[in-house]
């Protein structure tokens, strides 16, 4: 009997030590164990593809959406777990289905949860300023103008003036990058994970930062035709060191449709020479000498009709015209 015993708790802890192996198979196991825990489902999907991470592979977030929808399922929408779905949905381009996201996270918000969870070394997502960045996003490229409009001036309003980056603990074979050649852009080992499976500290930055918002602000200005508005968000932009070839492309039709066709000349040149020499054979780019071409030769048949108005022969044929 007591050699029976001994064998089936051997058998037990062996079962233990593979939960334990990775967190992703720690919280699947939890999940296993207390199905009606939201919690559980939430750090589940996390686990399977971190929302605030960029360049995961779309099935990992098509699985973490699965677990986040069980989620919401158990209990009263949590702002946290509606924070991850907006952002899986927007990676993945479903622009409305994530602004629906985004409204829900912002229906569910707290101040007073926020207020009392600001310092936390540890904390789930609550902070308004996220909600309302990301419905702006999602509603500039599901084509809601109006409401992006709104959402990104609330959301320039409320962000802070640093963000700190997302950072976990993770061992080398146990991020969400692991079998990727190398990390994606704004992604880094702060500390690098130690021999024998010693955890390293993985961080991201978020990928639109105050110049990626104010140029989509810009986006929607200039959709609602408010060049003046669209003008002074580029301009903003600009100064936060915000230089891709979209926003001047952007800047300079803004500019031609305020009626200075010199300005947007400037903006254009500018652009080509300040645009990181990555993106030189880009397709903005190529537009950006088109544009200049264009208006290059505008201003050459402009001042070659002006010069042909004063002809004798001109001259003449006006005045047959009008005999006419």
């Known amino acids: 009997l007591g050699a029976a015993l001994v064998a089936f708790h051997v058998v037990r802890s062996g079962g233990s030590v593979d939960h334990w192996r990775s967190n992703r198979a720690l919280w699947r196991h939890a999940t296993e164990v207390h199905p009606w825990n939201h919690r559980w489902w939430y750090h589940y999907a996390q686990e399977l593809a971190d929302a605030a991470w960029p360049g995961l592979d779309a099935p990992l977030r098509e699985k973490a959406l699965e677990a986040l929808e069980k989620a919401l399922q ?30 829900l996270a912002l229906g569910h918000h707290s101040e007073a949860v926020e207020q009392a969870t600001a310092n936390r070394l540890i904390k789930l997502p609550a902070e308004r300023y996220r909600i309302v960045c990301g419905l702006g996003l999602a509603q500039v490229h599901g084509g809601d103008y109006p409401g992006a409009s709104t959402a990104l001036a609330e959301c320039l309003r409320l962000l802070p003036a640093q963000i700190s980056a997302t950072c976990t603990r993770r061992q080398s074979h146990a991020h969400p990058y692991t079998g990727q050649p190398s990390l994606p ?25 105050r110049g990626c918002l104010l140029y989509f602000q810009a986006v929607a200005r200039s959709r609602l035709q408010d060049w003046d508005g669209a003008h002074r968000s580029l301009q903003a932009a600009y100064n936060e060191k915000h230089r891709t070839a979209q926003a001047f492309l ?33 397709r903005e780019m190529a537009q950006l000498r088109a544009n200049l071409l264009a208006l290059d030769r505008r201003q050459a048949l402009t001042g070659a009709s002006a010069a042909n108005s004063g002809h004798p022969r001109a001259a003449r044929a006006r005045r047959a015209r009008r005999e006419k």
């Open 74 to 103: 158990l209990r009263p929408p949590a702002v946290y777990v509606a924070i991850a779905k907006g952002e899986h949905l927007q990676e993945l381009g479903r622009f409305q289905e994530s602004a629906s996201a985004w409204q």
């Open 185 to 209: 852009q704004g992604v880094w080992w702060h500390q690098a994970p130690a021999a024998r499976g010693r955890p390293g500290v993985l961080c991201s930055m978020p990928r639109c930062d």
């Open 250 to 282: 952007l800047w300079g039709a803004v500019q031609l449709k305020m009626g200075s066709e010199g300005a947007a000349r400037d903006i254009w040149r500018a652009g080509l020479k300040q645009v990181p020499a990555a993106a030189a054979g880009s």
